[in-house]
């Protein structure tokens, strides 16, 4: 989905060398990039490797599901600090945060659900309860969730915490349909591949607000992709195509390095403001 309207194109004034800032907002471009068909294939293999790269580390090197959350969470950290320091969208920094925060995500469910014994239903509930949080705090104190007005550290704050909660909600209501009730990873792909085409439909033909068309989304293409991955990567047995998580999470990773490496020289995604003073 490709939203180009007045309530995306929502952004502050560019920055400026000697023009005064607001409190608390610093001076730099929005911080995200266009919501384009690129966009959306790199959120879909960031989620499908968040799923298998947080089983590769998990089971297969043994690192056990404690350590591999606390490496994971200072990988993040640390690609968060990188994020933030940024004045600009700039691909690689973004799109490695969100892979990262795709497989926090992916392990705060899994965390609940394996060391705590918390049911999905429970976990998807807390976590949806939590994202609304955000959203109400947000609109709140910024009186908009429009993706391109990512232009302060207060909103950059707000964005990448929503973000993670939709990880961890699409990780726990994906794990729902898929495993609790029984679905299987292929029907349970298509299903979340049929809301999010009912959304694009709600939006395009019914005016749904682009905002909310854009969240919704976003939310849903987490269990589209982790259940994609489970499907490639699980055995035969569990419903799978038995292709691993290392054959798996390698095919996605080199795709999606190929699309920002590609993104990063011809700058398709930028968004306008800023291609227009570049």
């Not at 469910?109 to 947000?138: E, H, K, Q, R, Y």
């Not at 682009?210 to 490639?232: K, N, Q």
Request: charged content about 15%; overall charge negative.
């Amino acid at each position: 989905m490709t939203y180009e309207t007045s309530e995306t194109a929502e952004v502050s004034p560019p920055p400026s060398a000697s023009g005064p800032t607001a409190p608390g907002h610093r001076a730099r471009w929005n911080k995200v990039p266009e919501v384009i068909a690129y966009f959306w294939v790199i959120k879909v293999l960031c989620t499908t490797v968040g799923e298998t790269a947080a089983d590769l580390l998990n089971e297969n090197l043994g690192l056990g599901l404690t350590k591999v959350s606390l490496l994971m969470s200072v990988l993040l950290m640390a690609a968060l600090v990188l994020q933030f320091r940024t004045t600009a969208y700039r691909p690689g920094a973004y799109w490695l945060a969100v892979a990262l925060i795709s497989v926090v995500g992916t392990l705060i469910s899994d965390n609940l659900t394996d060391n705590m014994g918390v049911p999905l239903t429970t976990s998807t509930t807390v976590f949806a309860i939590a994202l609304a949080v955000v959203f109400a705090v947000w609109y709140w104190r910024e009186r908009t969730l429009s993706i391109h007005s990512i232009d302060t550290v207060g909103r950059e704050a707000y964005y990448w915490l929503a973000v993670l909660f939709t990880f961890a909600l699409g990780t726990a209501a994906g794990d729902l349909f898929a495993e609790r009730m029984d679905l299987g990873y292929w029907l349970s792909a298509v299903l979340f591949a049929v809301a999010i085409a009912a959304v694009a439909v709600a939006h395009f033909a019914l005016g749904l607000n682009v905002v909310w068309s854009f969240w919704i989304a976003y939310v849903l293409t987490r269990p589209l992709g982790a259940s994609a991955g489970d499907y490639l990567s699980q055995p035969a047995g569990d419903g799978g195509l038995g292709f691993g998580t290392v054959v798996t999470s390698v095919l996605f990773l080199t795709v999606i390095l190929g699309l920002v490496v590609f993104l990063t020289v011809t700058r398709k995604d930028v968004t306008e403001a800023e291609r227009r003073t570049a």
